[in-house]
């Protein structure tokens, strides 16, 4: 066995061992939220009454709302070091008509979950926040399981009890999924290895790095079929795997494409195979430079040409596979490629606290010249709470992420290839994304294009890792043949969304694209 394959013992913990070996114990609360409307049509959309100007408004004066909500009950699952029975949705700053049109999903155990708590608060920085009104739903009042591919939502409206919102209402979906019906299920992950599509094979590559370190290994997963006429090349991102059997299906193996992941130094795969000593290193660039990963690239796309001479080959990346593409493009140029797809690309560093961390990370270089930390450096290491158990997993030790949870909860995938815990970041990665960042904005301040191939950009407001804004601003600094999509409620990889509908229209207007450059028919 593996060094990085033996998943670490939980049973100590009866919450995450129940919820982990025991899922289908659990149900899923798809929530969507709309936000506040008008309650009468005489009085117009969005009106709740007039300020001295005679001007309608939702709120008494500017706010800055927000809505969290959260299962209740003797025992949901849920708690302060594993919330996946919480959610706070955005703040709407400086605003009178609050609406969110925005997606989450709450677990909970289904004989422990009484209902959801719903409030809505205006947030103030320096007292509490103040609270605009509240309600609850008992389990009663939730609608019956559906299966989570139909998408199945039923809607509510909720009249405040605050006699300041008497003539508003608080609009917002449900749908509940069970713990057992997954988008990806265990066994269409299992198959991807054997099963995904009639006629392929699957195999393995090593790709050994010139240091003949075990942690500068790469590997490469291969579906071939002898009657591909064409290829992608899959750049998995930060924490990631190849879990994706339902978008290389649709995308590429039902239209004549072999299917190449690159599962890159120290990432996927990788601490599956044991060349990941240290938990808290998943996706660790020991060198600080994305330089590194060009000949895992370029070794990569040796083993592609190797047999076959394919018409057509299609780069694709997601979130940190995006700068080491792009990287490797700059370096090496796009000749190898026909055409590229990028699914939320790590163009700029996103929701990372504020612009006080990101100035930080982003010059983490001169913290290094100043002797103040090293390229081995963890950067925010979660730390368990002193009443739990202390988990160990390959020398370190690990919270657990309600984040991935819920991920893991709608697509199943193997502990050892993508994290359910929480990884900090290193000192080597940010430095070695922002060098990457750096070189784009050189090359676009001097009009050079990356790529002179088209590309298509898809990411999604819903993104809680990126900034959809700056992905799509960034974009511009790839080249000139590119496409944007901007979704609404997909997750960060639109791919793995929370609402299979969701997942489904990436899919397809990715397939859209796909057909407008003739590269399926």
Not at 53 to 72: C, H, K, N, Q
Not at 154 to 183: K, L, Q
Not at 257 to 281: E, T
Request: hydrophobic residues 40%.
């Amino acid at each position: 066995m593996a060094v990085g394959e033996k998943e670490p013992d939980i049973s100590a913990i009866p919450i995450l061992d129940d919820f982990f070996h025991s899922h289908e114990s659990y149900e899923r609360y798809h929530i969507h939220v709309i936000g506040l409307a008008s309650s009468s049509r005489e009085e117009g959309a969005l009106k709740v009454r007039k300020n001295w100007f005679g001007r309608p408004r939702l709120l008494d004066g500017i706010a800055d709302p927000y809505v969290s909500v959260e299962t209740f009950g003797p025992c949901t699952g849920s708690t302060d070091y594993f919330p996946v029975g919480v959610h706070k949705f955005p703040v709407l700053w400086n605003c009178q008509t609050p609406l969110w049109d925005s997606k989450c999903v709450l677990i909970g155990k289904k004989e422990g979950t009484e209902g959801l708590k719903f409030q809505m608060k205006d947030f103030n920085k320096h007292s509490d926040d103040q609270l605009l009104f509240e309600f609850t739903l008992g389990r009663q009042e939730l609608p019956p399981i559906s299966s989570v591919k139909d998408s199945k939502w039923t809607h509510y409206s909720r009249t405040p009890s605050n006699p300041d919102y008497a003539n508003v209402t608080f609009e917002f979906n449900i749908m509940v999924t069970s713990g057992s019906d997954r988008i990806v299920s265990k066994i269409d992950t299992e198959f991807i290895y054997t099963l995904l599509a009639p006629g392929y094979e699957y195999s393995e590559e090593v790709l050994p790095d010139e240091t003949q370190s075990p942690d500068d290994n790469a590997l490469l997963q291969c579906w071939r079929s002898p009657n591909s006429t064409k290829a992608v090349l899959w750049v998995i991102g930060r924490n990631d795997c190849f879990m994706h059997p339902h978008v290389a299906k649709r995308l590429f193996l039902d239209h004549n494409f072999d299917l190449y992941v690159l599962n890159y130094k120290m990432n996927g795969h990788c601490r599956k195979k044991g060349w990941v000593a240290d938990a808290h290193y998943n996706s660790h660039n020991k060198n600080a430079n994305f330089d590194v990963y060009v000949q895992d690239i370029s070794s990569a796309l040796k083993c592609m040409g190797r047999d076959t001479h394919y018409e057509a080959v299609v780069g694709y990346a997601h979130s940190t596979g995006g700068p080491v593409l792009l990287n490797y493009l700059m370096n090496q140029g796009d000749a190898a490629f026909d055409a590229f797809l990028f699914n939320s690309p790590f163009l700029d560093w996103g929701f990372v606290g504020g612009d006080m961390i990101e100035f930080v990370l982003e010059n983490m270089d001169i913290l290094v010249r100043l002797g103040a930390m090293n390229n081995n450096t963890k950067v925010g290491t979660a730390i368990a709470p002193p009443n739990i158990a202390p988990i160990v997993y390959l020398n370190q030790p690990i919270v657990y992420s309600a984040w991935s949870a819920r991920m893991w909860s709608l697509y199943y995938f193997d502990f050892a290839t993508r994290p359910l815990y929480k990884v900090p970041m290193t000192v080597g990665f940010a430095q070695g994304v922002t060098a990457v960042h750096r070189k784009m904005a050189a090359w676009y301040a001097s009009k050079r294009a990356i790529t002179a191939k088209p590309f298509l950009c898809i990411t999604s407001r819903g993104d809680d890792v990126l900034k959809a804004p700056e992905t799509l601003s960034r974009a511009d600094w790839i080249g000139p043949g590119r496409w944007e999509i901007e979704l609404n409620d997909n997750g960060h990889d639109v791919f793995l969304s929370n609402d299979a509908a969701d997942t489904d229209i990436a899919i397809d207007m990715c397939l859209a694209w796909l057909k407008n450059r003739r590269l399926v028919e």
